[in-house]
T-cell receptor, first 114, second 115 residues
Framework: EPEVTQTPSHQVTQMGQEVILRCVPI?????FYWYRQILGQKVEFLVSFYNNEISEKSEIFDDQFSVERPDGSNFTLKIRSTKLEDSAMYFC????????????FGSGTRLTVV | GQQLNQSPQSMFIQEGEDVSMNCTSSSIFNTWLWYKQDPGEGPVLLIALYKAGELTSNGRLTAQFGITRKDSFLNISASIPSDVGIYFCAGRVSPTSNSGYALNFGKGTSLLVTP
């Protein structure tokens, strides 16, 4: 079964530092997403990406966040200056054209900001 | 985004029992989905519902899209220990043409099953 791969699985960073979370979506998928889940809380939408541009973003996705698809396989989330409240699980997801809500989620990156 | 109220927050049941959980919203949704999340993993889609009144099964799981389009329930019959996890409802109002088809998630129902 094809998988969405996320690295690293756990990252610890100091407040104010920049972090890049990496994802390799399923190869024939066209739509890419980042969601986050603060410990013990619900999964929250951050951003969707299609055709090399952001198609939708939430209020959480402010100027400190950015996404990029630097090559044909990777999809990254950058947090420019991390804050304590950015500590969360970050999930990447992808889907193909024919399954509107048939996301496949990765296993997540646990980001801890200290 | 639209708030989804999911209940119960947690359930502790014995193996073999049936389970029911539900999700309500003050807004009308045109899609309801149910996901399961195991510890340390991402959510996995269980059932997707696209029409009001739709009743869909996936093995021992059954979910329904409420006719008011403001609620959905998930039933698990004859629970087994591997049903343990957190179950999330998720929904979406009608997307615009530029929409990324983002989902709103409920807060989850934590299910524990004892042998």
């Amino acid at each position: 079964e094809p998988e969405v791969t996320q690295t690293p699985s756990h990252q610890v960073t100091q407040m104010g530092q920049e972090v890049i979370l990496r994802c390799v979506p399923i190869s024939n998928h066209l739509y890419f997403y980042w969601y986050r889940q603060i410990l013990g809380q619900k999964v929250e939408f951050l951003v969707s990406f299609y055709n090399n541009e952001i198609s939708e973003k939430s209020e959480i996705f402010d100027d400190q966040f950015s996404v990029e698809r630097p090559d044909g396989s990777n999809f990254t989330l950058k947090i420019r200056s991390t804050k304590l409240e950015d500590s969360a699980m970050y999930f990447c997801a992808s889907r193909d054209r024919d399954r509107t809500y048939g996301y496949t989620f990765g296993s997540g990156t646990r980001l801890t900001v200290v | 985004g639209q708030q989804l109220n999911q209940s119960p927050q947690s359930m502790f049941i014995q193996e073999g029992e049936d389970v029911s959980m539900n999700c309500t919203s003050s807004s009308i949704f045109n899609t309801w989905l149910w996901y399961k999340q195991d510890p340390g993993e991402g959510p996995v889609l269980l059932i997707a519902l696209y029409k009001a009144g739709e009743l869909t099964s996936n093995g021992r799981l059954t979910a329904q899209f409420g006719i008011t389009r403001k609620d959905s329930f998930l039933n698990i019959s004859a629970s087994i220990p591997s049903d343990v996890g957190i179950y999330f409802c998720a929904g979406r109002v009608s997307p615009t043409s530029n929409s990324g088809y983002a989902l709103n998630f409920g807060k989850g129902t934590s299910l524990l099953v004892t042998p």
